[in-house]
């Protein structure tokens, strides 16, 4: 089993940046690679960025230059530093664990407003 717990997020107006951290706990040997998602609502949940455990990345298109997806090993934690956000960035953003056998766990979720 893989906890994760997401801090950070918040409000912030358009332009502005915000950073979310997730911490993973358990089994975290057995985690192949984490990312963030995000929910709008009335939307279907979208990968927004992932990194393996080399530190391969990639992102969504439409945030591609402005997110960073990053990782600290040691402190098994995944950060998400997103800058000039904009209005559509407004989600929960959950932290996502990719285990073997096609498992996955996620976190609660941390909310991301950004004001236009």
């Known amino acids: 089993q893989v906890q994760l717990v997401e801090s950070g997020g918040g409000l912030v107006q358009a332009g502005g940046s915000l950073s979310v951290s997730c911490a993973a706990s358990?089994?975290?040997?057995?985690?192949?690679?984490m990312g963030w998602f995000r929910q709008a609502p009335g939307k279907q949940r979208e990968l927004v960025a992932r990194?393996?455990?080399?530190?391969?990345?990639n992102y969504v298109d439409s945030v591609k230059g402005r997110f960073t997806i990053s990782r600290n090993n040691a402190k098994n934690t995944v950060y998400l530093q997103m800058n000039n956000l904009k209005p559509e960035d407004t989600a929960v953003y959950y932290c996502?664990?990719?285990?073997?056998?096609?498992?996955?766990?996620w976190g609660q979720g941390t909310q991301v407003t950004v004001s236009s």
């Open positions: 996502n664990a990719e285990l073997p056998g096609l498992r996955v766990s």
């Open positions: 358990g089994s975290i040997f057995s985690i192949n690679a």
């Open positions: 990194i393996t455990t080399v530190g391969t990345t």
